[in-house]
C-alpha cells in the first residue's frame, strides 16, 4: 500500500501545490549587493580609469543626473478616486463655489451702494454749486445796485447842494437889486447890519 500510495502520488503530479518561489537568503542577500556595490565599484574605477593622463586630452565627462522620473505628481493624478472621495471633493469645491458667489453678491451690493452714494453725493454737489452760482449772482446784483443807489445818493445830494447854491445866488441877486432902492429910504442900515 506504501508503494502503490507513492507511485500514486508520484504518478499524479499535477495535484502537487505549485512550490513557492524560492527565498533569497541572508548570504544571498549579501551576494546581490555585493553584484550592486560591485558595478558601482567598477563604474567608479571605470571614472578613474578616465581620469588618466590619456583621457585629459580627450573631451570631458559632463555629469548628468540620472534619468529617473520623479513618480510623485504622476501618482496624484493617476490615483483613481473612490466615489465616496469623489463626493467629499465635489461638496468641497461646491462649498467653496457658494461661498465665492456670496462674496460676489455682496461686493456687487457695495458697489451698487458706493454707486448710489457717489451719485447721491454727485447731485448734492451740483446743487450746492447752483446755489452758490446764484448766491453769487444775487450778490453781484445786490452790489450793483448798492453801487447805482450810493450814485443816485450822491447825485441827488450833488443836484441839492446846486439847487441850495443856486437859491442863494438868486437871493443874493435879490439882495443886490434891493440894495439900491433901500439906499433911497434910509433902511440901508438894516441890511448892512
Known amino acids: ?11 499524479t503530479p499535477n495535484t502537487k501545490p505549485s512550490p513557492a518561489p524560492p527565498r533569497v537568503s541572508k548570504s544571498n542577500r549579501g551576494v546581490a549587493k555585493y553584484g550592486a556595490d560591485s558595478t558601482s565599484s567598477l563604474q ?9 593622463p590619456k583621457s585629459v586630452t580627450s573631451k570631458p565627462t559632463v555629469d548628468r543626473p540620472s534619468p529617473k522620473l520623479s513618480t510623485t505628481p504622476d501618482k496624484k493624478s493617476t490615483r483613481i478616486l473612490k466615489p465616496s472621495e469623489l463626493q467629499a471633493e465635489l461638496s468641497t469645491v ?4 457658494k ?14 451702494k458706493a454707486l448710489n ?14 446755489k452758490l ?40 441877486k435879490e439882495l443886490e437889486a434891493v440894495k439900491p432902492a433901500c439906499a433911497g429910504c434910509g433902511c440901508s442900515t438894516i441890511h448892512h447890519s
Open 99 to 112: 461661498k465665492a458667489n456670496e462674496k460676489l453678491v455682496l461686493v456687487e451690493k457695495e458697489k451698487a
Open 44 to 52: 567608479t574605477a571605470g571614472l578613474s580609469v578616465d581620469r588618466s
Open 117 to 130: 452714494e457717489l451719485n447721491e453725493a454727485q447731485r448734492l454737489f451740483e446743487e450746492a454749486s447752483e
Open 133 to 172: 452760482r446764484e448766491a453769487l449772482v444775487a450778490q453781484k446784483r445786490a452790489e450793483e445796485n448798492s453801487e447805482i443807489e450810493k450814485f443816485r445818493a450822491v447825485e441827488m445830494e450833488q443836484a441839492g447842494i446846486e439847487a441850495a447854491q443856486r437859491k442863494e445866488e438868486e437871493w443874493q
Open 94 to 97: 461646491q462649498h467653496e463655489l
Open 1 to 11: 500500500m506504501s508503494a502503490k500510495s507513492k507511485s500514486a502520488l508520484s504518478g
